[in-house]
């Protein structure tokens, strides 16, 4: 980005991609867009390195490892930073670097509020994970930080909690504004919005949940903050607030977070399965007005979360109802993609692995999200390891499966270089393993009556619980692989070329890695995202391994 | 794509859907002793979903795994596959179908939810007008009781009676009361305070549920209920055991460090062994003014009774208010 006049004549022509742009506030989407996706993944690290401690602490029925107090404190930071470090900066990182290239537009709408909205979260992530060093440790309240507790455990933690959560709402919000943005205003000539890709759809969907919902937790955070060092009575009963106040605000977010956590990997999913089955997508309005659906239901089931606190009968009737009906469109989609792969010819590759592990490992998150939307049996496993095992399907087995694909699929146009297979597929074998051997007996244990969030437990659990843990080690483990085989691909992996999987998508169309402006001119749009095998205006179509960018798109010179 | 229809297929699908009903009937593993009235109705709900839940399991999985198998590409085949962009029926029916098991579902879960006596007019938050007159019964107990009880101004969310018996009395009414980091149970009737929960087999008993401090959650797996204790805001549950035992009570609600150590026991008991326990806390029970309503009160040494709690006794035999009683008290001293 240096002046051309400031390079010295007869010096060597500079890297035109230096790395230290990476560390610039460069307003190129696709930079933004690495950093998101490399910041949220140091930070899935350190989640992980922190849900490994609590697997280790509970692989005993005795607290035995960690404190009592820090156990608390590890638990919160966990889902906290894999909630709003990880899951939901790593899909904004893809819809970042993506929907742009996918809608043939040069950029985001909104470049610098792009740059912006990237960093805020170092500062909020290292201020989170700093808090474990404040006199009185990290928030200790769980994810959730229900009043009174929150009030009442390490105040400078909780404070610190409130405040990177509100800066990572901003961010997330501003975020939402730029995809919403971008999507309805900056597609190409001829692309009307149901010749998006679904993936468009998808964070256009998760956008609209982010600036519907996210204003209202920064809401309930700043109100908690003044319960917290002002002494004000919102949510403290004993100056006559109401918690359960708190609780619908809360999760009047953190229900639609579930979906704004999903829903870009659904669109990812629904781009991955047809390239490397070579066949349309089945069904695509269906699978693009679902995510519409989805999120406007989602916003209407908040407090399925509240069933056994102060709510009364008419309103969990309402919200189990409303619940069930979520189901139809996920299940709309499920079958969907299921139906895409089926007579396909699939390349089995490690893009694919994750993309069918997230279809199958999601529908058990599904099927047990339908009974606990039943209040009778949700009465029942409520706050249980059920609810542990329910939820790490639909954020473990669906977005962070959803993210490896994606990372998988989309790493070679992002760095230009291909990823190891056989190393990618001894990564997914590893994860498939460790996440079921972790997860599956959870709810088992919920269901015979152990509570979530205790670092003690019935010895009757001690077994399954050990089971468990090694899971999580497994899981662990697995990590190590991608991240080699990540980082030596980036640095010396095979090259990779413009288009490796013959994708139709226009960021398929352009060099890997794109040219800064990906397209030059103005590109014209010759084919839909997932015509595999249509023959396109009487004549046929060619051999895909001679598939080039001009046969997608005219006018783009690269 | 076709709706595949050849026999094959049709023999998959009555498999899928034997193996989905036995696993559905043999959900019993899975589930902690039932020791309710109700909780079996619980229990059939989760078998029912179980089984339509292990069917589309073994759907989906069967499709996935088939498709993995069968339609691998093959090497060097570089062709696509058919351009077949979706088929309205199918969609239709994977629409349909979803929906109207959710409805099911939805109706079956709202018939066991009134069963349990979530629709009790008294504790759903329907009857609010009516709340008055069901905290009558407590409100003379709450002045023996040092627990906040319930006030009659709001009424107390959570399950209430079943259908059978709503508009009737409890049997027996226990204060419960949730703190950092144990549960209290008060006996109003008996004035009697104890760390276990004790019940009589059979009888209708209802739990006023509070908390002192931060939110707990009163939660007895083998009765699958559970409620959360709202500083505040009373909330309550009722019951009818019919399983003698002892059953662990677990608080659910992250109330802090110890909340995995907050953990008593409910002990169901036959009247007869209930009734031993009732002696064992108020030993000098019988030895005075055995046959008297308020025996119990009474048998307590008064130097441990407040005025109030010691006149109480002859204020409901007399028919005076407490809040009489109590105005008297400074004159009195």
């Known amino acids: ?558 | 794509m076709n709706v595949p229809s050849t026999i094959l297929t049709l023999l998959m699908g009555i498999g899928l859907t034997l193996i989905s009903l036995w696993v559905g009937q043999n959900y019993h593993f899975l589930l902690p002793v039932s020791a309710t009235d109700v909780s079996p109705e619980v229990d059939r709900l989760f078998g029912a979903m179980l089984t339509i839940a292990t069917g589309l399991f073994l759907l989906v999985q069967g499709c996935l795994i088939y498709a993995i198998l069968r339609f691998r590409r093959k090497p060097g085949d570089d062709t696509d596959g058919p351009p077949i962009r979706g088929n309205i029926p199918l969609e239709i029916l994977w629409t349909a179908i979803p929906a109207v098991i959710c409805l099911g579902i939805s109706v079956f879960s709202f018939d066991v939810y009134n069963s349990m006596g979530g629709l009790d007019p008294m504790a759903s938050g329907a009857g609010m007008g009516m709340a008055h007159h069901h905290g009558h019964h407590t409100a003379i107990a709450a002045t023996l009781d040092e627990a906040p009880a319930m006030t009659g101004t709001e009424v107390a969310l959570g399950l209430g009676a079943a259908p059978g018996s709503q508009g009737q009395a409890p049997d027996l009414q226990v204060n419960v009361q949730g703190l950092q980091y144990a549960w209290i149970f008060n006996y109003p009737d008996l004035n009697v305070m104890a760390g276990e929960l004790h019940v009589p087999v059979g009888q209708d008993v209802q739990l006023n549920i509070s908390a002192m401090d931060v939110l707990h959650a009163f939660w007895i797996p083998q009765f699958r209920i559970k409620q959360d204790a709202i500083p505040g805001r009373p909330t309550q549950l009722r019951f009818r055991a019919t399983q003698p035992g002892r059953y662990p009570i677990v608080c659910a609600e992250l109330c802090g460090s110890f909340h995995g150590a907050m953990r008593t026991e409910v002990l169901v008991q036959t009247p007869e062994e209930y009734e031993a326990w009732v002696a064992s806390v108020m030993p000098e029970a019988e030895t005075t003014e055995t046959g008297q309503g308020s025996a119990v009160t009474l048998a307590q040494n008064p130097q441990n009774l407040t005025d109030s709690e010691y006149l109480q006794v002859y204020s409901d035999r007399l028919g005076i208010e407490t809040r009489s009683i109590a105005q008297l008290a400074p004159a009195a001293l």
């Open chain 1, 1 to 558: 980005m240096a002046p051309a006049e400031l390079r010295t004549p007869g010096a060597i022509e500079p890297d035109p991609e230096p790395w230290q742009r990476f560390f610039s506030f460069s307003v190129d989407h696709k930079v933004i867009g690495i950093q998101y996706l490399v910041t949220s993944f140091f930070f899935f690290l350190i989640g992980g390195a922190l849900a490994t401690a609590v697997r280790v602490e509970l692989a005993t029925p005795e607290v035995d490892f960690v404190s009592r107090e820090l156990y608390n404190q590890l638990f919160t930071i966990h889902a906290t930073v894999m909630i709003f470090l990880w899951i939901v900066p790593a899909g904004a990182g893809f819809g970042n670097y993506l929907i742009p290239l996918m809608i043939g537009a040069k950029d985001m709408a909104f470049p610098r509020l792009n740059a912006i909205a990237f960093w805020m979260i170092p500062p909020a992530g290292l201020l989170l994970i700093a808090s474990f060093f404040v006199p009185t440790g990290a928030a200790a309240a769980g994810w959730t930080s229900y009043p009174p507790l929150s009030l009442v455990s390490g105040q400078w933690g909780e404070l610190i909690w409130i405040l990177s959560i509100l800066l990572l709402g901003t961010s997330s919000i501003l975020g939402g504004i730029n995809f919403a943005a971008t999507i309805l205003k900056m597609r190409i000539p001829g692309m009307t919005l149901n010749d998006m890709p679904l993936f468009c759809w998808a964070m256009l969907a998760a956008s609209i949940l982010i600036l519907m919902s996210t204003p209202v937790l920064a809401g309930a955070l700043v109100l908690l903050s003044f319960d917290l060092m002002a002494g004000t009575a919102f949510f403290n009963p004993t100056g006559g607030g109401d918690p359960i106040v708190y609780q619908h605000m809360f999760w009047f977010y953190s229900h639609p977070a579930v979906y704004i956590m999903i829903l870009p990997l659904f669109g990812a999913i629904s781009e991955i399965l047809p390239v490397h089955a070579r066949k349309p997508i089945f069904g695509y309005k269906a699978i693009a007005y679902s995510s519409i659906a989805i999120s406007l239901l989602g916003l209407i089931v908040w407090a399925h979360h509240m069933f056994t606190s102060g709510t009364p009968a008419w309103l969990r009737m309402f919200f189990m109802i409303a619940t069930m009906i979520i189901a139809v469109p996920t299940g709309i989609k499920v079958f969907g993609w299921v139906a895409t792969i089926w007579g396909g010819k699939l390349r089995l590759n490690s893009a694919m692995l994750f993309a069918i592990g997230f279809v199958s490992m999601f529908v058990v998150g599904g099927l047990s999200g339908v009974m606990i939307a039943s209040v009778p049996f949700d009465i029942h496993v409520h706050d249980t390891y059920f609810i542990v095992a329910h939820l790490h399907y639909v954020l473990f087995g669906g977005s962070v499966f959803g993210l490896y694909a994606a990372l998988y699929h989309w790493f070679p146009k992002m760095t230009g270089r291909m990823l190891n297979e056989p190393w990618g597929k001894v990564h997914f074998v590893l994860t498939l393993v460790g996440f079921n051997l972790c997860f599956l007996p959870m709810h088992y244990l919920g269901l015979m009556g152990m509570p979530r969030r205790v670092a003690e437990y019935d010895p009757q659990f001690s077994t399954v619980n050990a089971i468990c843990s090694i899971g999580s080690y497994i899981l662990a483990v697995s990590t190590i692989p991608f991240l080699v085989n990540a980082v030596y691909s980036w640095v010396a992996g095979e090259k990779a070329s413009a288009n490796p999987w013959n994708a139709l998508t226009l960021e398929w169309t352009v060099s890997s890695p794109p040219p800064e402006h990906n397209f030059v001119g103005q590109p014209v749009l010759k084919t839909g995202p997932y015509d595999y095998g249509v023959t396109k205006r009487g004549e046929s179509r060619k051999p895909i391994s001679q598939l080039k960018a001009s046969d997608i798109l005219s006018g783009s010179t690269r």
